[in-house]
Nanobody
């Protein structure tokens, strides 16, 4: 059974960097797109970044373009989210997710993903 476990969150100051990791176990994810979403208190879960199965296609939410980078290590079954120049508005719980179907595209919609981790908290102070 697939399990996704995020880590790397924490409390940082504005302008700092963090790298989140999402480790998959139980099955291979090499044929699936992977994504990061986030959810702030009182807000809906929003798309952050995604990558298709071979990392040839990536997509980013408008609010994180140029600051965040998604990558994956196939040998380690791990997906990363490098977050630079963090802002207080980046504060949220960050979730990784696996695509429902074969990962030809860096999907952006929540409905395109069918497996989720438990999330890791990122807090950015001003």
């Amino acid at each position: 059974q697939l399990r996704l476990v995020e880590s790397g969150g924490g409390l940082v100051q504005a302008g700092d960097s963090l790298r989140l990791s999402c480790v998959a176990s139980g099955r291979t994810l090499n044929h699936h797109s992977m994504a990061w979403f986030r959810q702030a208190p009182g807000k809906e879960r929003e798309f952050v970044a995604s990558t298709n199965w071979n990392s040839a296609d990536t997509s980013y939410g408008d609010s994180v373009k140029g600051r965040f980078t998604i990558s994956r290590d196939y040998a380690k079954s791990t997906v990363y989210l490098q977050m630079n120049s963090l802002k207080p508005e980046d504060t949220a719980i960050y979730y990784c997710a696996k695509s429902r179907q074969y990962g030809t595209t860096a999907y952006q919609a929540i409905g395109d993903y069918d497996a989720w981790g438990q999330g890791t908290q990122v807090t950015v102070s001003s």
